[in-house]
């Protein structure tokens, strides 16, 4: 079975200081990892991936997520963060078999104060 | 861009009834779920499909059944609606590059 665990249900951070959103997971194989943002009273975007290659995967907005394969890790990164990054982030993750499902943690919500 | 188009923002049924959830998909994907969301609990699978006329369980498919007749379209069942199964609803569909697309949702209430 495949799982995620996103352990703080909220961050809290001043604009300008960094952020950090965590995401440890649990699938058998070489793990397929996503990030997507939840924006008040929008769907679900897609953020950010790591499929294989570089451990470092930037996105938009100046994130970025390391992939670490010894921690079971794919945490979120911003260095200064923004009151727009306010949102609800969810980390998934799937296996290398063919049912690709996606696993989603329960989602850790953002908020960055001015 | 792929466009995944829930038909319905929001929904309010009465308990016992029968509810179809539409999803479109207009890319020509082969795989297509449902999830539902709620506050504390993430994303869970409800059920998935890889093609035309498959579908298979996901996490927790009680409750509900899928249909896939054909491709850009996967409906949502709910046989007869209870009130835990209010909740916000999104599809989703999967391009070859592990590109997953979700529809805005549909936020059902059943009372």
């Known amino acids: 079975a495949q799982s995620v665990a996103q352990p703080e249900d909220q961050v809290n951070v001043a604009e300008g200081n960094p952020l950090t959103v965590k995401c440890t997971y649990s699938?058998?194989?070489?793990?397929?990892l996503f990030w997507y943002v939840q924006y008040p009273n929008r769907g679900l975007q897609f953020f950010l991936k790591?499929?294989?290659?570089?451990?470092l995967v930037k996105g938009s907005y100046g994130f970025e997520a390391e992939f670490n394969k010894s921690q079971t890790s794919f945490h979120l990164k911003k260095p200064s963060a923004l009151v727009s990054d306010s949102a609800l982030y969810f980390c998934a993750v799937r296996g290398p078999t063919n049912d690709y499902k996606l696993s989603f943690g329960a989602g850790t919500t953002v908020t960055v104060r001015a | 861009d792929v466009k995944v188009t829930q038909s319905s923002r929001y929904l309010v049924k009465r308990t016992g009834e029968k509810v179809f959830l539409e999803c479109v998909q207009d890319?020509?994907?082969?795989?297509m779920f449902w999830y539902r969301q709620d506050p504390g609990l993430g994303l869970r699978l409800i059920y998935f499909?890889?093609?035309?006329?498959?579908?298979e369980k996901g996490d927790i498919p009680e409750g509900y059944s899928v249909s896939r007749e054909k491709k850009e379209r996967f409906s949502l069942i709910l046989e007869s609606a209870s009130t835990n199964q209010t909740s916000m609803y999104l599809c989703a569909s999967r391009d070859s590059k592990d590109g997953y697309t979700f529809g805005s949702g549909t936020r059902l209430t059943v009372v």
């Open positions: 499909s890889y093609d035309v006329k498959m579908k």
């Open positions: 790591y499929i294989t290659g570089d451990n």
């Open positions: 890319m020509d994907h082969e795989n």
């Open positions: 699938v058998s194989g070489n793990p397929y």
